[in-house]
Every structure is written in structure tokens, then in C-alpha cells.
């Protein structure tokens, strides 16, 4: 590593360490680590020792503790042990460790000692229970395939830190550092011990540094019953059915459809839409996005970015696109009109004729005022065209659905919806019968009831209903000959 780079990662070392604003705890820091290193080699010399005073002795130390509130009882617990024998003097390195002052130096050293089970990943444990103890993996494999979705198809690194508890969470910031593209932790698993040595006091404790961080990135792989892993066995080996949750994923896919930006994007949508007006970008609409609840709680408990997450999972619907939807015969209803018609088919038609109506008879304007008569009309067409519309879904099943014993369908109606039924009897009573007539009221009285709504403002007078019948009766008129052709065309195919 050039001189130029070493410096550079020193600036971003120091800059880290300076934004965390923690200088005024380096008295507690030098206690805690005093604590430690106590603790640390008492618990190692003396683990051998068979008598049950030193057995005792231990015990005492383990429940101990490791704080900064508690150095003095370790120093008793040390003097302890060297007046008894039991421990050659570390006086000198008690000495070294209180005499800190390079505050950069301390907290790494600090950092060092509290890092188990801190690690940067990709899939992460606790994003399947957050107090789970299993291992989380960084997957940093390059190959990848098309018909999968894999952290190896992201064109961008995203790292996530996991760790035991969010107090931890600086020392895995830490670790994730970036600096020309490349992770400080890398830069630890390279044997890259340069990236430490202008904070170092020595090379014992720079090397000390370097193994005990390659320790705590390479530890051994764990699972944990709260991981709700199922290992299914194949041959010599098995295959994992639940796999670890990637929180590089979720976290591009936040990015890209759910973050701050994509939330000011999808508003400015929202209300050119509203106002009718023109964006030139793409607008995609994300539909039956559930959310999942990986925290109820201290988001950050969980990984770094579950944090800014808000520990929200968004799931996306998986299924199937349905391209058109499936008619079914009306045989259970006695008017067609009322489920028949998809409410989002004609809302927009509706609301824009009752706004127009309650306002025109606030005015006491009549439907023979031309001016709002051919308003009238205008909607009234766009309706009649909408309803002709949905029953061409109808007219277009497999004919002589009308036949069936049990229909409680008007008889008007089945001869409009079932026009092409082979049936003589039915044929020649379709022909005599002025069912147009029938289907007209029954859409006047249908399209009154979509307009007095539920707050009942609109009071549909006979006026109305004789517009909207006279409506749909010309454009079943002007149908009919279309359905003879129609009709004519299937008999000679």
C-alpha cells in the first residue's frame, strides 16, 4: 500500500472516529479496557488450575462484569492472584494500557476488544427473529443467472452490519468504511495490517489488532433454532429449504420503490394524475404490496439497515398476471345491472353527472335546457357504451347459458345477454317481445341509484329516468342490426 493511500485511509479512520464525539469517554474507555484485559488474563492462566480456592476465585471473575465502574475490583482481583502466586506481574502492561492518550488509539483498541459477533453481511440471521444467534453470511460471489434474483445480479455492492445488539452497531459502521471502493474490513481479511499502523503504539499491537479483527470475521458458521432453518437431505449432503433472508435485496429494492425519494417521486405522480396533467417520466405502479414487521421496535437492533428501513419488509404480490377476467353467466341475479358492471368502470362517468346535476338544480335548470341537456347526453353515452361493453363479456360465452332450469334472471334480460342462444322457442319470443324496452327502464333505474349514492344528495326525478331509458333504447337500436350480422357470420363459419 503506497504512502498516499495509507494516509487516506488515516483521514477516513480519523474522520469516523471524530464524528462519533466520544472523547470525553476516554477516561471510561482506558477503565473498561483495563477491565478487560484483567479479566482476559486472569480467566487464561488460571483456567488450569485445579484447587478449588483458585476454582472460586474464577467464578468470582466471571461473573464479574467488564466495565469501566468495575476496574478497581479487577486490579483487587489481580493483586489478589500475584500476592497468591498464581500469576506472574503484569504490572508493566497495566501501566502501558493506563498511560493512553491517543484517543484514535483507544477506541480502536476498545473497538477490538467488543467486536465479537460483529460482522458486515448480506443475508443476515437477525432479519428472520431479531434474537436470533445464528451465523449471517456476506455472500460475495460473482456468478449469477437470469432466471434468478441473487445479490450477484445487483450491479452495486450493498452491505448490511449485523452484531448482537445495537450498541455495537459503530463498531460494524466501522468496519464497513469505504475508501477508492474497498471495505475496511477487506482490507483486515487481506492481511492489510498498514491500514492500522499510524494508530498502533507497536507492532505486538498492531499485529494483536489485525488477528483479533480476522478472527471475528471469520468465525465459524452457526445455525440457531430461531433461524427456522430446514435442512432437507440429499445423498452424502443436504438441501436448505428456508434460506437466510438477504438484506441486500430488500434494501435495493427499498431504494429503488420505497425510500424518501421514491415516496416525493410517486406523490408528484399522485397529484399530476389528479390535476390531469403531464409528466414526462415513467410512471409503474407497484400493486398488492404487502408490509412485514421485522421489529416491532429499535429498528437497529436488528442490522444497520433494518434500521433505516423503519424495519419494514415490503413482500410483492408473485402471482400470476390475470390478462382478462373470467365472465360468468348471471343466472343467480334477477337484474344483471348491479354486479354486472365493475364499479371502477363507470365511477369516474358518475361522479362527474352527479357533480353536475347537484349543481344544475341548485340553478333549477331543466333537462330541456340544451346547454345541459347535451351535457347530459354526453355522459349518458359514455355510460351506455361502458354498460354494452361489460354485457358484450356476457353475449360472448358459449350461447343457450339461459337454458338452465334454476336462472332467476329477468327474461328481458336474457334475451338481451344471450342473443345468440339456438333455441326456436326462445328465438321467436326475442323477436315478438319489446324486451329493449324493459332493459331500458332497468338501466334508468340502475344508473338513478349509482347517482343518489350513499349521501343521498341526488333526488332523480322522472325527467332523468326518461332520458336515460331513451339512451339506452337507441343504442340497443342501433346494436341490433350489428347482432344480426353477427349472428348471420357464426351460422355460415
Request: glycine share 4%; aromatic share 10%.
Amino acid at each position: 500500500m503506497s504512502e498516499m493511500e495509507l494516509l487516506d485511509w488515516q483521514s477516513v479512520i480519523e474522520g469516523y472516529v471524530d464524528s462519533l464525539d466520544e472523547q470525553e469517554k476516554q477516561v471510561e474507555y482506558i477503565d473498561e479496557l483495563l477491565s478487560r484485559f484483567i479479566s482476559k488474563k486472569l480467566l487464561s492462566d488460571l483456567s488450569r488450575g485445579d484447587e478449588k480456592s483458585i476454582n472460586k476465585f474464577l467464578r468470582n471473575v466471571k461473573k464479574t462484569p467488564t466495565t469501566a465502574k468495575n476496574k478497581d475490583k479487577f486490579l483487587s482481583f489481580y493483586q489478589s492472584a500475584l500476592n497468591n502466586g498464581w500469576i506472574e506481574s503484569i504490572s508493566d502492561t497495566i501501566e502501558k494500557i493506563s498511560r493512553k492518550s491517543n484517543f484514535w488509539n483507544i477506541w480502536i483498541s476498545r473497538s477490538v476488544e467488543i467486536s465479537e459477533g460483529v460482522l458486515p453481511a448480506t443475508h443476515c440471521a437477525k432479519l428472520t427473529h431479531s434474537s436470533s444467534s445464528g451465523s449471517s453470511i456476506l455472500d460475495e460471489s460473482s456468478n449469477s443467472r437470469t432466471d434468478y434474483i441473487s445479490t450477484a445480479s445487483l450491479q452495486d455492492k450493498i452491505i448490511d452490519g449485523t452484531y448482537p445488539n445495537a450498541t455495537l452497531s459503530k463498531q460494524v459502521k466501522f468496519l464497513m468504511l469505504e475508501h477508492e471502493g474497498s471495505y475496511l474490513f477487506e482490507e483486515i481479511q487481506k492481511g492489510n495490517s498498514s491500514v492500522f499502523s499510524n494508530f498502533a503504539e507497536d507492532d505486538e499491537e498492531l499485529d494483536y489488532w489485525l488477528e483479533s479483527y480476522q478472527t471475528v470475521l471469520n468465525e465459524k458458521p452457526k445455525t440457531d433454532i430461531l433461524l427456522k432453518q430446514l435442512y432437507f437431505p440429499v445423498a452424502n449432503s443436504y438441501h436448505l429449504l428456508t434460506v437466510l433472508q438477504s438484506s441486500t435485496l430488500s434494501q435495493c429494492l427499498h431504494e429503488h420503490c420505497f425510500d424518501k425519494e421514491a415516496r416525493k417521486k410517486q406523490e408528484q405522480f399522485n397529484k399530476a394524475r389528479k390535476l390531469k396533467k403531464f409528466i414526462p417520466d415513467v410512471h409503474q405502479s407497484l400493486i398488492g404490496v404487502s408490509k412485514l414487521s421485522i421489529t416491532q421496535s429499535q429498528h437497529q437492533n436488528a442490522t444497520v439497515l433494518n434500521g433505516k428501513r423503519g424495519g419494514i419488509q415490503r413482500l410483492f404480490n408473485t402471482q400470476p398476471p390475470t390478462w382478462t377476467s373470467q365472465a360468468h353467466p348471471p343466472i343467480n341475479q334477477k337484474s344483471w345491472f348491479y354486479r354486472g358492471i365493475p364499479h371502477l368502470a363507470v365511477k369516474a362517468d358518475i361522479d362527474y353527472l352527479r357533480d353536475f346535476l347537484l349543481r344544475n338544480e341548485k340553478l333549477s335548470l331543466s333537462t330541456r335546457n340544451p346547454q345541459k341537456r347535451k351535457w347530459l347526453i354526453k355522459w349518458g353515452q359514455s355510460l351506455t357504451d361502458t354498460v354494452l361493453f361489460c354485457a358484450q363479456q356476457i353475449q360472448s360465452l358459449p350461447e343457450g347459458w339461459t337454458a338452465n332450469e334454476g336462472i332467476k334472471l329477468k327474461l328481458s334480460q336474457q334475451y338481451f345477454l344471450d342473443p345468440y342462444r339456438n333455441d326456436d322457442v326462445f328465438q321467436t319470443a326475442r323477436k315478438s317481445t319489446n324486451w329493449q324496452a324493459e332493459v331500458s327502464q332497468d338501466f334508468a333505474n340502475w344508473l338513478n341509484s349509482k347517482l343518489v349514492g350513499k349521501n343521498k344528495l341526488f333526488t332523480p326525478q322522472a325527467e332523468h329516468t326518461k332520458l336515460w331509458s331513451l339512451l339506452m333504447s337507441n343504442a340497443l337500436r342501433e346494436l341490433g342490426p350489428v347482432s344480426e350480422i353477427v349472428k348471420r357470420t357464426d351460422k355460415t363459419a
